[in-house]
């Protein structure tokens, strides 16, 4: 048996991992302390773990997160009005089996982007597509899509991918456009996937925020009423050690 033929071979078929791990056996004459298939078993094990690996990171990086924000740092000051459980269920990710969205709301600086983004990160953990977008900036782009006609093209991306994160939510006023842009990405969604949005603006202000009554009333049916709402507390984070928005 030639193994560097094999090796070769294992690359060319793409199963790099699997290839490596059977040279680094060979070379350290391995191969007889297993028998076939605990040898097969080793070898798929590692493939597979590898190409998982992999995908989580292709999914973290083109879900555009601005932080590498987790689950396990979260800081949960007494003062934040966050409660640990029920943070912690929402990271179990139930509310996406659900199609229920997260609305975080509270001052500049007090949690509420990375809290997101945080569960934005355990999506893709679990091998689910996540986007993170600054509205505004989001708005921009699909504008310029329309123009380009690429408008479509583009929502369908959006409304492809299983977690949405809407950052900033109403920091800029709502022309026709943006309410019309966002009734169809929170209409394609509804009942389908779940979006966070995050914002400085009480919900109790987004019904004058959005504007034109019968979208305004249309968007916040389909956002609010089936929607976790968590209004953070206390001073900013920024000030401290941990930065968390």
């Known amino acids: 048996m030639n193994n560097h033929q094999t090796v070769e071979k294992l690359r060319q078929m793409r199963l790099g991992a699997m290839a ?4 680094q056996y060979v070379q ?22 590898e190409r998982q690996n992999n995908k989580i990171n292709r999914l973290i990086h083109q879900a555009g997160f601005k932080e590498n ?17 029920m ?23 007090v949690g509420k982007s990375y809290l ?9 953990l679990n091998g689910k597509k996540v986007l993170y977008a600054n509205t505004a900036r989001l708005f921009t782009r699909l504008k310029l899509a329309k123009v380009d006609g690429t408008y479509l093209k583009q929502l369908k991306k959006i409304n492809a991918v299983h977690l949405l994160i809407l950052d900033d939510f109403g920091l800029q006023a709502f022309d026709n456009f943006a309410r019309e842009t966002l009734m169809d990405i929170i209409d394609e969604r ?5 979006t966070i949005l995050s914002s400085q603006i009480p919900v109790s202000t987004w019904y004058e925020l959005i504007g034109e009554g019968t979208l305004a009333d249309a ?22 050690i941990l930065k968390q928005d």
Do not use: P
């Open 20 to 23: 490596q791990l059977h040279l």
């Open 28 to 49: 350290e004459n391995r191969l007889t302390k297993l028998t076939a298939d605990e040898y097969i078993a080793l070898l798929t094990d590692h493939e597979w773990e």
């Open 69 to 85: 924000a987790t689950i396990g740092d979260i800081n949960y000051l007494q003062t934040r009005n966050l409660d640990k459980n």
């Open 87 to 109: 943070f912690e269920r929402l990271a179990t990710l139930g509310f996406m089996a659900h199609q229920e969205n997260i609305i975080f709301t509270g001052a500049s600086g």
């Open 116 to 124: 997101a983004q945080a569960l934005g990160h355990q999506v893709c």
């Open 190 to 194: 509804y009942k389908m996937s779940s």
């Open 219 to 240: 968007i916040l049916d389909r956002i609010v009423n089936s929607s976790h709402r968590i209004d953070l507390k206390g001073d900013s984070l920024r000030k401290g």
